[in-house]
Nanobody, 124 residues
Framework: VQLQASGGGLVQAGNSLTLSCAAS????????MAWFRQAPGKARDFVAA???????YYGDSVKGRFTTSSDNAKNTVYLQMNNLKPNDTAVYYC???????????????????WGQGTLVTVSS
């Protein structure tokens, strides 16, 4: 599975941004896709995920502000980020796995496939 993330950029606090992640290759129906982010000097944190192309899950810091959606025909997931805050500034990574179990959905080590990061910078 190959992942191509896009959509990062510079935005002011309070504004919105949408990230995209397109998957190609062996994209089985059981594919789960997720977003993680990593700020400078910090660990990679779970942001959101769509488990096996269905239900979405969110990290506590983004609940109510970020929303995932998908176009299954295009094997693409989107991360709509609203009311962005300066501490949302990070490199955002798209990840995927075809055998993920629900209990591991927030664990970066559970994902076998990663895209290149896309930088999101939120200015105050």
């Amino acid at each position: 599975v190959q992942l191509q993330a896009s959509g990062g950029g510079l935005v002011q606090a309070g504004n919105s941004l949408t990230l995209s992640c397109a998957a190609s290759g062996r994209t089985f129906g059981s594919l789960s896709m997720a977003w993680f982010r990593q700020a400078p000097g910090k660990a990679r944190d779970f942001v959101a995920a769509r488990f096996r192309r269905s239900k979405s899950y969110y990290g506590d810091s983004v609940k109510g502000r970020f929303t995932t959606s998908s176009d299954n025909a295009k094997n693409t997931v989107y991360l709509q980020m609203n009311n962005l805050k300066p501490n949302d500034t990070a490199v955002y990574y798209c990840a995927a796995d075809t055998t993920l179990i629900l209990s591991n959905i927030r664990s970066a080590s559970a994902y076998d496939y990663w895209g290149q990061g896309t930088l999101v910078t939120v200015s105050s």
